[in-house]
């Protein structure tokens, strides 16, 4: 298996334009998770989802954020507008089970001017 | 809300010396994870723990969840150039999915 899989890698954006960050989780896991990793912050849950449900969508920051999982082997996260205190890398992350360890994604570095 | 603390924050040693980081939360944890993410990289999972005085062995790497399930540890033996990088713990309580992450701990290691 590729493993988790992100695009893009880097992304460097203008204030107020729209970005959109996606995930291909891992095949025949059930559970997928969006993170933000900040220095000031660290690791951050953005939002899960378990079978392409939306679980948990508390630690999205504001309507600015919106996460979708059409099917089981794609997520979107996405930014509308941006501002550059999104600037952080995101990483995606899946799970076979409830209580078994993630499997992250290389993460996209997301630069906002 | 729960709350878990990482410490140290940063630790320098030379190699071959032993590292320690400690997890404490402030909840009764389910379960506990801990990962690895090297500079650059993304966390990679080492292991989790489940039941109330665990200790499991990974080479080098013990881990240990505390008899209360209030913290956890992870042992570091002759640490090696290769062990670069921080260490997170990241627990679950109740039957919610998600992992909450701690700080973390960045272990340095010189020649």
Known sequence: DAGVIQSPRHEVTEMGQEVTLRCKPISGHDYLFWYRQTMMRGLELLIYFNNNVPIDDSGMPEDRFSAKMPNASFSTLKIQPSEPRDSAVYFCASSERSYYGYTFGSGTRLTVV | ?111
């Not at chain 2, 801990?34 to 080098?60: M, N």
Request: glycine fraction near 10%; charge should be positive.
């Open chain 2, 1 to 111: 809300g729960q709350q878990v603390m990482q410490i140290p924050q940063y630790q320098h040693v030379q190699e071959g010396e032993d590292f320690t980081t400690y997890c404490n939360s402030s909840t009764t944890l389910s379960n506990i994870q801990w990962y690895k993410q090297r500079p650059g990289g993304h966390p990679v999972f080492l292991i989790q723990l489940v039941k109330s005085g665990e200790v499991k062995k990974q080479k080098r790497l013990t881990f240990q969840f505390g008899e209360a399930k209030k913290n956890s540890s992870l042992h570091i033996t002759a640490t090696q150039t290769t062990d670069v990088g921080t260490y997170f713990c990241a627990p679950q309580t109740g039957t919610a999915s998600k992992l909450t992450f701690g700080t973390g701990t960045r272990l340095q290691v010189t020649l």
